[in-house]
């Protein structure tokens, strides 16, 4: 009798994960009236060691989040994936900003006007345009970066004006609390302003090609929902969920 080794091990474990998450993303999606082929898996990969990765990759992941620009580029370096695109969620320090338009195939935590003015500059020495969403911070909280609500719009408009930068929707982190209803209320707040923004500031010709989302219509992303609550974002019309734990696993404290 063969013994399973431990790496065997640890990619069933993943596999199984891996199928119960698009199961209930099937779920969601159809409890709500839209296909799950509109929602994409971003598998967040801080803290998690690059053999998991390997693993995951093997599985048919193809979508990692990071959100420290340090570790996911000693991670990219030892990866070398084929085929795979690299999201930042963690918000940037200014000192790490051309690293990350170096990196990154979209920087979801775009948090300041600021930064988006040096994510373009270093875009432009590269001779490449890069994705971004916009991340808010739809409950105010002080812990947390992202744009106000009520300063959207005008940082969203100084934001499409920058030629080397692609901004293709929203993103979010929900307050961490008990109530999902409470979460729900966060999710379609983010949907809301998104499409306040399509209204109000056209991007042209400003987006990556085939990344208008479902819809076909600009500013179509919205990343937000997480391992805790993203069947509620699926049904309030996510089409990017970022899952550490629920494919991986609790994390170790940093
Ligand atoms: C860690 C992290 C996630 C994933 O969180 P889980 O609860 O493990 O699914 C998603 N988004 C951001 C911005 C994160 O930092």
Not at 68 to 73: G, K, S
């Amino acid at each position: 009798m063969s013994a399973i080794s431990p790496d065997e091990e640890q990619r069933e474990h993943l596999a199984a994960r891996l199928a119960a998450v698009r199961e209930r993303i099937a779920i969601a999606a159809q409890r709500s009236g839209r296909s799950a082929a509109d929602v994409a898996l971003v598998a967040v990969t801080k803290t998690v060691p690059v053999a998991t990765i390997r693993a995951a990759h093997a599985l048919g992941l193809v979508t990692f989040g990071e959100n420290r620009v340090q570790e996911a580029r000693d991670k990219i370096a030892q990866l070398a994936l084929p085929g795979v695109r690299w999201e930042l969620i963690g918000h940037v320090q200014t000192n790490k900003a051309a690293l990350a338009a170096q990196l990154f195939d979209r920087v979801q935590s775009l948090d300041s006007v600021r930064l988006a003015r040096l994510l373009d500059a270093r875009a432009a020495s590269l001779g490449r345009r890069l994705s971004v969403l916009l991340e808010v911070n739809v409950a105010g909280e002080a812990s947390k970066s992202g744009f106000a609500p009520d300063e959207l719009l005008a940082a969203a408009t100084e934001i499409a004006a920058l030629p080397h930068l692609a901004p293709e929707g929203l993103m979010t982190v929900a307050p961490l609390v008990e109530n999902l209803e409470q979460v729900r209320l966060v999710f379609r707040r983010l949907r809301e302003l998104r499409d306040r923004l399509r209204a109000s500031v056209p991007l042209g010709d400003r987006e990556q090609p085939g990344e208008r989302g479902a819809a076909g219509q600009t500013w179509g992303q919205l990343s937000m929902g997480m391992s805790d609550d993203f069947e509620v974002a699926i049904e309030e019309g996510a089409t990017l969920i970022r899952l550490g734990r629920a494919l991986f696993g609790t994390r170790p404290a940093r």
